[in-house]
């Protein structure tokens, strides 16, 4: 299983970034692939994740009503939309991957998902 996440970069206080993860493999129900990110000198945080081929995502409290994942069944894709960025949003996102179901309560856990992409950095200026 292979990865790809693209779409950092940077952008102004307040704007917006769409960050898009490219899976390789064969997609079956309940794949659950997440994001996540590590701030500057700061550990990695879980900040989204959805199940295949579309269930109810999760989302950490800090991006609630801001980020919206989805997922694109037929390319393969997970993306994550981040409106309204803060510049506590810096960091480089990661996106990740189980081949099962992962459950609700180990879902933002990062040693849930064996698979992870390179990282792609966003940086928000304030």
């Known amino acids: 299983v292979q990865l790809q996440a693209s779409g950092g970069g940077l952008v102004q206080a307040g704007g917006s970034l769409k960050l898009t993860c490219a899976t390789s493999?064969?997609?079956?129900?309940?794949?659950?692939t997440g994001w996540f990110r590590q701030a500057p000198g700061k550990g990695r945080e879980f900040v989204a994740s959805i199940r295949w081929p579309g269930d109810t995502p999760f989302y950490a409290d800090s991006v609630k009503g801001r980020f919206t994942v989805s997922s694109d069944n037929a390319k393969n894709t997970v993306t994550l939309q981040m409106n309204s960025l803060e510049p506590e949003d810096t960091g480089v996102y990661y996106c990740?991957?189980?081949?099962?179901?992962?459950?609700?309560?180990?879902?933002?856990?990062?040693?849930?998902?064996?698979?992870w992409g390179q990282g792609t950095l966003v940086t928000v200026s304030s």
């Open positions: 493999g064969r997609t079956s129900n309940g794949v659950t």
């Open positions: 990740a991957s189980a081949r099962q179901r992962v459950i609700n309560t180990q879902i933002r856990r990062g040693e849930s998902y064996p698979y």
